[in-house]
T-cell receptor, first 116, second 110 residues
Framework: DTGVSQDPRHKITKRGQNVTFRCDPISEHNRLYWYRQTLGQGPEFLTYFQNEAQLEKSRLLSDRFSAERPKGSFSTLEIQRTEQGDSAMYLC??????????????FGPGTRLTVT | DAKTTQPPSMDCAEGRAANLPCNHSTISGNEYVYWYRQIHSQGPQYIIHGLKNNETNEMASLIITEDRKSSTLILPHATLRDTAVYYCIVTNFGNEKLTFGTGTRLTIIP
């Protein structure tokens, strides 16, 4: 399967702990995105990278959140000092952005985080 | 980005065409219409997008009105596996984030 993969698929953690999620995009895609989805809502944008450069961050991405894409391939999303409000599905997507104005994104299966 | 309006839910009989409407009356000239769907407990799946002309691919057809203020996604022969939440999103070049609303929950009935 050559789609977007995410690891782990499920994570249960206690409030105050740190967690890290990994996303492996489709290999030839240069853009990578993180979204968060809570129950009953559509996904909300968090941040995106072009290669290794982080180009935009949402206001939703508080100081406790950090994302990296060190070599322009896989990406990690870390949440420090987790809170119950962080419980959500964290989705990763990638796209083969060419600058032509069209930007279909391909999503992974998500990591479901539960903070107890 | 232009705001979109979709019905919260729709039913369609298996084997029939499912027609999902989307209103985007404030769309501007350089904004594309994208459709994604999300099957329960999975990540969203890209379906199709268009700017002005009607588009068709192996999954669906997208019909955009001449004034571009609304569009319809057509699944020509709906199957039970098409049961999902369908999102209509309008976005323009240079705006990389997708802004999802609450979409239309489509239920295919056997």
């Amino acid at each position: 399967d050559t789609g977007v993969s995410q690891d782990p698929r499920h994570k249960i953690t206690k409030r105050g702990q740190n967690v890290t999620f990994r996303c492996d995009p489709i290999s030839e895609h240069n853009r990578l995105y993180w979204y968060r989805q809570t129950l009953g809502q559509g996904p909300e944008f968090l941040t995106y990278f072009q290669n290794e450069a982080q180009l935009e961050k949402s206001r939703l991405l508080s100081d406790r959140f950090s994302a990296e894409r060190p070599k322009g391939s896989f990406s990690t999303l870390e949440i420090q000092r987790t809170e119950q409000g962080d419980s959500a599905m964290y989705l990763c997507a990638s796209s083969p952005w060419t600058g032509a104005g069209e930007n279909e994104q391909y999503f992974g299966p998500g990591t479901r985080l539960t903070v107890t | 980005d232009a705001k979109t309006t979709q019905p919260p839910s729709m039913d369609c009989a298996e084997g029939r065409a499912a027609n999902l409407p989307c209103n985007h009356s404030t769309i501007s000239g350089n904004e594309y219409v994208y459709w994604y769907r999300q099957i329960h407990s999975q990540g969203p799946q890209y379906i199709i997008h268009g700017l002005k002309n009607n588009e068709t691919n192996e999954m669906a057809s997208l019909i955009i009105t001449e004034d571009r203020k609304s569009s319809t996604l057509i699944l020509p022969h709906a199957t039970l596996r098409d049961t999902a939440v369908y999102y209509c999103i309008v976005t323009n070049f240079g705006n990389e984030k997708l802004t999802f609303g609450t979409g239309t929950r489509l239920t295919i009935i056997p």
